[in-house]
């Protein structure tokens, strides 16, 4: 039965340069994406500091990398040196496995996609595509943008701002004193996560050539093993918060204000982005209503609040777990036993 998890957090990190774009001149700015916010009767369109998916992904999969590997689990020879190349042609089965006509050297897509997921956790959970034989492996985890909370707008509470910076040496030419300033961002952010955690270890629908009436590529124990390095992935993200750009001087001050996680069948279900408050009832209150609609969806959800969230009322007829924990890394290791609990 197809099993998925979903988490989405409200953080609030300060004087942050985690996702720096490009350079201009002598100032480093930071990223900024458009988001549309609710303004009166009607809308209006900003630009705010933002950390882009792709930078997330890449701390994930370093982080998912170095769990296999102290727990004996496979990864490839570029991933566990945090290049993320993922066999995307010939040239890397060459250098990275000794492979030298890997276009040949399988007979089927299916073969290509058995050998990657069975060397390689992070090609198995992250995905890859391997174009000199049209290989597909679509990632099993999913991060978006961190963008400020809507709410967080609304209030004027995000802001970039570029920082003076001066490299000074005693007795030395104005000329050789270098001025430069880096952006910083402050924002309540929200983080959203998701995983398709009974599709690791299991072929992709999308390639030729997969065995009849076979679904999976590895067995049951290796399957739970990696998804738990997955989720253990996750914590250790949020949990250690060591990943993101020019941390060495502009270490953030961050706080998980509150996390919401679900553990939903037989169809995906993700939670609700945190963008006020209210995202725990809207959360909830979508799961009971998917509930009614379909025949055998069942979930869990699973909170941490630490800012006062608006807690949903139970509706009648509704099948949906409700369990507040005392920390966030309480409600990732939950999900995680409900997860498990959940893979056959």
Same mark, same amino acid.
């Given at each position: 039965?197809?099993?998925?998890?979903?988490?989405?957090?409200?953080?609030?990190?300060?004087l942050?340069?985690?996702?720096?774009?490009?350079?201009? +001149?002598?100032?480093?700015?930071?990223?900024?994406?458009?988001?549309?916010?609710?303004?009166?009767?009607?809308?209006?369109?900003?630009?705010?500091?933002?950390? $882009?998916?792709?930078?997330?992904?890449?701390h994930?999969?370093?982080?998912l990398?170095?769990?296999?590997?102290?727990? +004996?689990?496979?990864?490839?020879?570029?991933?566990?040196?945090?290049?993320?190349?993922?066999?995307?042609?010939?040239?890397?089965?060459?250098?990275?496995?000794?492979?030298?006509?890997?276009?040949?050297?399988?007979?089927?897509?299916?073969?290509?996609?058995?050998?990657?997921?069975?060397?390689?956790?992070?090609?198995?959970?992250?995905?890859?595509?391997?174009t000199?034989?049209?290989?597909?492996?679509?990632?099993?985890?999913?991060v978006?943008?961190?963008?400020?909370?809507?709410?967080?707008?609304?209030?004027? /509470?995000?802001?970039?701002?570029?920082?003076?910076h001066?490299?000074?040496?005693? +007795?030395?030419?104005?000329?050789?004193?270098?001025?430069?300033?880096?952006?910083?961002? $402050?924002?309540?952010?929200?983080?959203?996560?998701?995983?398709? /955690?009974?599709?690791?270890?299991?072929?992709?629908?999308?390639?030729?050539?997969?065995?009849?009436?076979?679904?999976?590529?590895l067995?049951?124990?290796?399957?739970?093993?990696?998804?738990?390095? /997955?989720?253990?992935?996750?914590?250790?993200?949020?949990?250690?918060?060591?990943?993101?750009?020019?941390?060495?001087?502009?270490q953030?001050?961050?706080?998980?204000?509150s996390?919401?996680?679900?553990? /939903?069948?037989?169809?995906?279900f993700?939670?609700?982005?945190?963008?006020?408050?209210r995202?725990?009832?809207?959360?909830?209150?979508?799961?009971?209503?998917?509930?009614?609609?379909?025949n055998?969806?069942n979930?869990?959800?699973?909170?941490?609040?630490?800012?006062?969230?608006d807690?949903?009322?139970?509706?009648? +007829?509704?099948?949906?777990?409700?369990?507040?924990?005392?920390?966030?890394?309480?409600?990732?290791?939950?999900?995680?036993?409900?997860?498990?609990?959940?893979?056959?």
């Amino acid at each position: 039965m197809p099993v998925f998890l979903s988490v989405s957090a409200r953080v609030l990190v300060n004087l942050e340069a985690l996702n720096m774009a490009e350079s201009v +001149g002598n100032v480093v700015r930071h990223r900024r994406a458009p988001v549309v916010i609710r303004r009166g009767d009607g809308f209006t369109l900003r630009y705010v500091p933002v950390i $882009s998916g792709e930078s997330l992904a890449h701390h994930y999969q370093v982080l998912l990398a170095e769990i296999a590997r102290q727990r +004996g689990i496979k990864v490839c020879k570029a991933c566990s040196q945090g290049v993320f190349l993922k066999h995307a042609n010939s040239d890397v089965f060459k250098k990275y496995d000794g492979i030298k006509d890997a276009k040949n050297a399988f007979k089927s897509a299916a073969e290509v996609e058995r050998y990657v997921v069975e060397n390689c956790i992070v090609e198995d959970v992250g995905g890859f595509l391997y174009t000199d034989k049209t290989v597909k492996r679509t990632s099993r985890f999913r991060v978006g943008y961190m963008i400020p909370a809507l709410d967080a707008l609304e209030a004027g /509470a995000a802001a970039t701002e570029a920082q003076f910076h001066v490299r000074y040496s005693p +007795g030395a030419q104005k000329e050789e004193q270098a001025i430069y300033y880096v952006e910083i961002g $402050s924002a309540v952010y929200v983080f959203n996560y998701a995983l398709d /955690a009974s599709a690791i270890g299991a072929y992709s629908s999308e390639n030729e050539g997969v065995p009849e009436n076979t679904k999976y590529i590895l067995n049951a124990e290796e399957r739970k093993r990696r998804i738990e390095a /997955a989720v253990d992935a996750l914590a250790a993200l949020l949990g250690g918060m060591t990943w993101g750009a020019k941390t060495t001087r502009f270490q953030p001050h961050w706080k998980i204000l509150s996390l919401v996680a679900t553990v /939903a069948s037989p169809v995906a279900f993700n939670a609700s982005p945190g963008h006020d408050k209210r995202y725990l009832v809207e959360t909830f209150d979508r799961a009971c209503n998917l509930s009614k609609i379909i025949n055998g969806f069942n979930a869990s959800i699973i909170y941490y609040d630490g800012e006062g969230l608006d807690k949903p009322t139970v509706q009648e +007829g509704c099948n949906i777990d409700l369990v507040e924990e005392k920390s966030y890394l309480g409600v990732i290791s939950t999900a995680k036993q409900k997860l498990l609990e959940r893979i056959h």
